[in-house]
Structures are given as structure tokens and as C-alpha cells.
């Protein structure tokens, strides 16, 4: 096969951690070619998505005293070509959020591949359709008590019923944004008027999950099938327990409400185009839905000795065969 994953600057990505490379090392391991674009590189031509794609060879990462290790360099491009993407069998779509209005236009342009021929993943409408944070909205009995608004007066009649709040901006990542909402904060009405552009911007407001001191874990999902999860630990001085705000990571398992919450989703999921997903849950209480570049394969992979992005390919690779069986 050959796979086209449209990511962020090769250059600029930790092959240690990011799922994006344990995806391109699992596909190269089992034989296929792997190309990368950026979504700057996308152009439509007659009516078909082309972008101009580079050939990728890693070299894989390994573990030594637990820990991953990269070689240096651990990548080398060796061509570089303008081509229609219908020459791919699958396309990734990888790009990290915030979903601009850049990352929009990607998503219109890969409209114009036929996936009749190339299989996209995750689905473009379906990566419009499901903003990270209101995805889960549709969910009610999975999630947390929760309210989407720019009204200061609602938000502070909530927290009044609440006690203890978290409010999150709807186009943030990696816990960009996340503050902690109580009435006695003096900087109340200052921390709602600047998270909702003086009440221009909506933001979601939650229910403090007083778990969340446990941990916030990320359950990986294909095709709607729970494939391994990873326990977020907060790091210190910090309530959020996101990697990129100095979390670490720990073993855990899928509980059984877990698992019932991932079956509740699936169908959304398979309905929407979305194959490959990362889903939070902190509590028992799904949080997130990540559709853009969900990450944790490495984590997972180091912890329980798995290679997920095996799992994956192989599932791309059933896929096409069952669709040109068709």
C-alpha cells in the first residue's frame, strides 16, 4: 500500500511520543510506502484533491531501560513529487489542532479525494462536524453536567448551583485554557470576560469531577473498538493532567463503564467517518472526544508492551481489501 499522512513539519515532530510516527513506523515495518504532506501542500486541480508528498523512511524507535530512543537522525526523504491523492490507498489526516480556518480548508480539499479509491482517515466532514470539546455533548449520559455559553450571567448561575467548576475554551488543545471557576475568585467576572472575548465566544463549563486527581485517562479508539488506554497524571502545581502541561503517564485498565461508554459512542463514531479517536474520561464521566490527531500509542505501546499502530494498519489494510471486494 501506499499511505499519505498529512501531519505537521516532520522536522518539528518527537518520534517518541507522537502517534503520528508510530503509525508511519508500523506501516513502513509491514511494508508500506509512506509519503508525508503538510495541509499547506493540499491543492485541488480538475476537481481532485493533489498535494505535493515527500517519501518518508524511518528508522524505528527502540526501548532501552524503559524509556523509547530515537536515532539521529531517525527519518530520511527520499523523494519529493505533486501528485492527486486518489494515488494513495489511504490518507491520514494528522494535522494538530486548533482547528483554524486553515485546518477548515484542508478539510474541504480532501472532500475532492473519492474514497471509493482512497480511504481518508479520519473522515474530513467528520472532523468539521466534531468539535473536540462539543462532540460530546450529544452524549448526555456519559458526561459530566456541562453548559455551552458566553453569558457571564449564566455561567455564574451554574457555578452557583455547582460550588466548583471547570471552564474549557471550545478550540484549545492540550489543556490550553482550562481554568478552575469559583464564585470566591475574585477574578471571577475577569477570567469569564476574557475566556469569552468580553461574551463574544462560547465556552463549555463542567462539573468539577473531583477524580480527576486520579488521573484523566485516554482510551484509544478504532473503528469504534477500545484498543488500549494510558492513566494522565498531573504534574505538580497543576490540576490539569495533560502531557503538554508536564503530566506524566501510568498503567491502567478499561472498566467495565468505560467500556460501556466507548459501545454507547461507536455507532456516532462509525456513522461520522470517525476511525481513529481518542476519547477522555475522568471519573467514569466522558470529557473530550479527539477526532484531529488523537495521540497516547506511544505511551500505551511502552506501558503494556503493545504495538497499537500494528493494530491500525492492519485494520487499513482489511479495510481496502474489503472494499475493492466489493
Known sequence: MKLAFIIDPIHQLNPCHDTSVALMEAAQILGHEVWVTQANQLTVVAGKAWAVLERVELVPIKEVDGHWVAADPWYEIRDSVFNCLETMDAVFMRTDPPVTTSYLYATYILDYIDQNKTLVINSPRGIRNANEKMYALQFTEAIPETIVTAHKQVIREFVEKKGKTVLKPLGQKAGEG??????????????????????????????????????????????????????????????????????????????????????????????????????????????????????GIREIDLLEETRLGDRVIQWVEQALINKNQK
Not at 473503528?223 to 505538580?236: F, H, P
Not at 501510568?250 to 467495565?256: M, N, V
Not at 459512542?265 to 476519547?279: E, M, Q, R, Y
Open 178 to 295: 482550562i481554568l478552575i471557576l469559583e464564585l470566591g475568585d475574585r477574578n471571577f467576572n475577569s477570567i469569564i470576560e476574557l475566556s469569552t472575548h468580553q461574551g463574544r465566544i462560547p465556552v463549555m463549563v463542567q462539573n468539577f469531577i473531583p477524580e480527576a486527581k486520579d488521573g484523566d485517562k485516554r482510551i484509544i479508539l478504532l473503528n469504534g473498538e477500545a484498543i488500549g488506554a494510558v492513566n494522565r497524571l498531573a504534574g505538580s502545581g497543576e490540576f490539569r493532567n495533560n502531557m503538554a502541561t508536564g503530566g506524566t503517564v501510568a498503567k491502567t485498565e478499561i472498566t467495565p463503564k468505560e467500556y460501556e461508554i466507548c459501545a454507547q459512542i461507536a455507532p456516532t463514531l462509525s456513522k461520522d467517518g470517525l476511525i481513529f479517536v481518542g476519547i477522555d474520561v475522568i471519573g467514569g464521566y466522558l470529557t473530550e472526544v479527539n477526532v484531529t490527531s488523537p495521540t
